[in-house]
C-alpha cells in the first residue's frame, strides 16, 4: 500500500506507527512541520512551510490556511491508498480538509476528552474531521463514548491499540552507570515518566513524597520527562524538603524508557485525563507494580487490588498510602507485575495491534 499520514512528526506514536508500515515495505509518507529522529529511513517526509518552534500562535494558527492547501497538493499528487491522521482537533482536522478518501482518523486522547470541553471551536473541527472520516480508531471504552458523543458513526469505529513491544520492554538487569547516577543502590524506587503538562497533574506525585519518606526513609523517585512546568515541579520537591530524593533526569528517548523502567519496582500516573496509556502499559510489560489516577481508562487495565492501585485524583494522601503499600510487601509487589505483563502481553503486544491495523487498511483499499 502507499500511505500518507498527517500528524505532529514529533510524536512516538506517530513514529512508532510509520515505522511499522514502512518495516512491512509499504510506501509511507509523513505530512508534518517538523519530524524528530528516529524514522525508517523508507519514510518519505514532507514538511510544511513556514513553522518556528515556539512561536505556534503565529506560525500555526496563521498558517493553517497555507497547510491546508499544501497539503491538499501534497496528497493528490501522491494519491495514497489510504490517508490517516493522527490526533483529531489539529491533523485530523487537516486532513479532513483535503477532501481525500478513503481517509482514516486516529484519536489520541485530549484530542476528544478534553479540547472539545474547553473550545467550542475545537468541538467543531472534531465533529467536521468525524463527519469526512471513513474509518475512526480509538483504544479505551471512554474514549469510544467521546468519540459517539462527538457524532461519530459507530459502524465506522475500531478499537485498535498503539500497543507494547514486550520483548523490548521487559524486567531487564539494572543499568550500573545510571544506579550509580541516580545513587539508586539498595533503595525501593518508584518512576514517573508522564509529561510535564497540567493534565498529567505531577504535582500530585511530588506532594505524596514526603509522607512515604516518612514511613520509607530510602525511598528514591525518579520523576523523567520534561515540559513547561519542569521548574515549578523542582521548586515544590525543593521546598517540600525532598528534593534530594527525587531525580530529574529529564525527557527521554523512547528507546531510553526500557532501562529506567528497569530500575524502579512501582510506576505512577497521576493523570487528570487519559486514554488508554502507553506509559502505563510499558510499566506493566516491564513488571512493575502500578499505582493510578481513577480515569476511566485506566480502570480498563488495572483492577484495583489485584493487579495495581486505583486512587481518586488529588487524593496526596491515598497515593502516599498505596505507594508505601507496595514498598513493604515485596511479594505483592512482585505478583502485580507479573500479573501485569501477563495482562500486556495478551491484550496490547505491538505487533499484533499494527497486524489489526495493517488488516483494516487492506479492507479499506479492497
Not at 290 to 303: G, L
Amino acid at each position: 500500500m502507499r500511505i500518507a499520514c498527517i500528524a505532529n512528526g514529533d510524536n512516538i506514536h506517530a513514529l512508532r506507527w510509520i515505522n511499522y508500515f514502512a518495516e512491512q515495505r509499504h510506501e509511507v509518507h509523513l505530512i508534518c512541520y517538523q519530524a524528530m529522529s528516529g524514522y525508517h529511513e523508507n519514510v518519505h517526509i514532507h514538511l510544511l512551510p513556514g513553522y518556528s518552534t515556539g512561536s505556534w500562535q503565529l506560525s500555526g494558527y496563521l498558517r493553517f490556511p497555507q497547510w491546508i492547501v499544501q497539503a491538499r497538493k501534497l496528497v493528490r499528487e501522491l494519491k495514497p491508498d489510504i490517508l490517516e491522521a493522527l490526533y483529531i482537533t489539529s491533523w485530523g482536522f487537516l486532513a479532513a480538509c483535503t477532501g481525500y478518501h478513503p481517509f482514516s482518523l486516529c484519536a489520541q486522547g485530549s484530542d476528544v476528552l478534553v479540547d472539545p470541553e474547553k473550545s467550542r471551536l475545537k468541538r467543531l473541527l472534531v465533529r467536521y474531521a468525524l463527519k469526512q472520516a471513513d474509518c475512526v480508531l480509538y483504544d479505551s471504552t471512554a474514549l469510544g463514548q467521546g468519540l459517539i458523543g462527538l457524532g461519530a458513526d459507530t459502524g465506522k469505529m475500531h478499537e485498535v491499540f498503539n500497543g507494547v513491544d514486550t520483548q523490548k520492554f521487559r524486567r531487564r538487569e539494572k543499568n550500573p552507570a545510571l544506579m550509580e547516577r541516580g545513587r539508586l543502590s539498595g533503595r525501593p524506587v518508584i518512576i514517573s515518566f508522564r509529561e510535564f503538562k497540567p493534565v498529567y497533574n505531577v504535582e500530585m506525585f511530588v506532594k505524596s513524597i514526603p509522607s512515604v519518606l516518612k514511613q520509607v526513609p530510602a525511598a528514591k523517585f525518579i520523576i523523567a520527562s520534561d515540559g513547561k512546568l519542569r521548574g515549578q515541579l523542582e521548586g515544590l520537591a525543593a521546598s517540600l524538603g525532598v528534593r534530594e530524593s527525587v531525580w530529574f533526569p529529564g525527557f527521554l528517548e523512547h528507546d531510553e524508557v526500557p532501562e529506567y523502567l528497569a530500575l524502579a519496582d512501582i510506576y505512577v500516573s497521576t493523570s487528570l485525563s487519559d486514554s488508554t496509556s502507553l506509559c502505563l502499559q510499558e510499566a506493566m510489560a516491564c513488571e512493575l507494580a502500578p499505582v493510578v489516577t481513577d480515569v476511566p481508562a485506566n480502570r480498563e487495565w488495572i483492577k484495583n487490588g489485584e493487579n495495581g492501585f486505583i486512587v481518586p485524583m488529588n487524593d496526596v494522601d491515598a497515593l502516599s498510602e498505596k505507594i508505601i503499600y507496595l514498598i513493604k510487601n515485596d511479594r505483592i509487589r512482585g505478583n502485580y507485575g507479573k500479573l501485569g505483563r501477563e495482562i500486556i502481553r495478551s491484550r496490547a503486544e505491538y505487533r499484533k495491534e499494527m497486524g489489526k491495523l495493517e488488516d483494516l487498511y487492506l479492507k479499506m483499499v479492497g
